[in-house]
C-alpha cells in the first residue's frame, strides 16, 4: 500500500467522523482536530478505524506525529512497510 493509498483510506475514516466535508476541505498540513474541528474522541475514534483498516496502532505518545493528513499517512506508509 502506498502513501496515496493511505491518504485515501484517511480521508474515507474522516468522512465517516465527518460527513459535511468535502475532499478540499480536509487540509494536508494543518492539524486535523482544528482544522474539522472534532474533538479528541472523535480523533481516537478515527485511529482506532485505521488500525482496524490497516493493521497499524498508533500509541498515545505518538498523537502529536499523527496532527495532519500528511504526517498520519507518512506514518502509516512507515509502519506498513516494517510489516
Not at 484517511?10 to 465517516?16: D, E, G, K, W, Y
Amino acid at each position: 500500500m502506498n502513501k496515496e493509498q493511505i491518504k485515501t483510506s484517511i480521508i474515507q475514516q474522516i468522512r465517516i467522523i465527518a460527513p459535511d466535508l468535502e475532499y478540499d476541505d480536509i487540509p494536508s498540513d494543518e492539524n486535523l482536530q482544528n482544522a474539522l474541528e472534532i474533538d479528541s474522541y472523535d480523533f481516537l475514534h478515527l485511529l482506532t478505524a485505521l488500525y482496524e483498516q490497516l493493521g497499524v496502532q498508533v500509541p498515545e505518545v505518538d498523537y502529536g506525529k499523527v496532527d495532519t493528513l500528511n504526517r498520519m499517512a507518512e506514518y502509516f506508509a512507515e509502519r506498513i512497510k516494517l510489516n
